[in-house]
T-cell receptor, first 109, second 116 residues
Framework: GDQVEQSPSALSLHEGTGSALRCNFT?????VQWFRKNSRGSLINLFY???GTKENGRLKSAFDSKERYSTLHIRDAQLEDSGTYFC???????????FGLGTRVSVFP | DPKIIQKPKYLVAVTGSEKILICEQY?????MYWYRQSAKKPLEFMFS???????DNQTASSRFQPQSSKKNHLDLQITALKPDDSATYFC???????????????FGPGTRLTVL
């Protein structure tokens, strides 16, 4: 079935630095969402993209349906950015999102 | 205030029993979904409903039955529970535009089910 390959599985960042998370898709997806799971286990919506890029504060996301990938960039990482980040995408025939396994981000002082 | 309520937060059941997981959304959405996350696996889509009608079912087992008594409710009844059903079940909702349009999905906090 369709897969969402998310990398890296874990990421350590010092405060003030940045990095990128990536999701590769095995098929064409029509939209992607990025989430962060908070300490209580709830999924917090970060981005929804059908194409192009979006930016929100220190986070920026891009989605290229044709090239089958999406990225999430974190810049100037803060301690509160720690958590598990998930991408999820919608293919052309299903109603439900296909999720990646997540990236566990740890930000250190 | 929480916009998507799932009850209970934790649930323990014995093998062979039946349980109902509750989901209510107060976002004014017309589409609702159920997902499941088992240990070491990604969240997996189970069902989608739009205007209280089943739109997509990716669950092989008929032991899982969604129930929509109101537009903003989508409960999940699970019968003949098995230990493999142990997972966290997430409800989600979106504003369905119909057809091939797609709207952002928002998730509830989940119900963690353990089957002994």
């Amino acid at each position: 079935g369709d897969q969402v390959e998310q990398s890296p599985s874990a990421l350590s960042l010092h405060e003030g630095t940045g990095s990128a998370l990536r999701c590769n898709f095995t098929t064409t997806m029509r939209a992607v969402q990025w989430f962060r799971k908070n300490s209580r286990g709830s999924l917090i919506n970060l981005f929804y993209l059908a194409s192009g890029t979006k930016e929100n504060g220190r986070l920026k996301s891009a989605f290229d349906s044709k090239e089958r990938y999406s990225t999430l960039h974190i810049r100037d990482a803060q301690l509160e950015d720690s958590g598990t980040y998930f991408c999820a995408a919608l293919n052309n025939y299903a109603q439900g999102l296909t999720f990646g396994l997540g990236t566990r981000v740890s930000v250190f002082p | 205030d929480p916009k998507i309520i799932q009850k209970p937060k934790y649930l323990v059941a014995v093998t062979g029993s039946e349980k109902i997981l509750i989901c209510e959304q107060y976002l004014g959405h017309n589409a609702m979904y159920w997902y499941r996350q088992s240990a070491k696996k990604p969240l997996e889509f189970m069902f989608s409903y739009s205007y209280q009608k089943l739109m997509d079912n990716q669950t092989a087992s008929s032991r899982f039955q969604p129930q929509s008594s109101k537009k903003n409710h989508l409960d999940l009844q699970i019968t003949a529970l098995k230990p493999d059903d142990s997972a966290t079940y997430f409800c989600a909702s979106s504003q369905d535009g119909g057809g091939r349009t797609y709207a952002e999905q928002f998730f509830g906090p989940g119900t963690r089910l353990t089957v002994l």
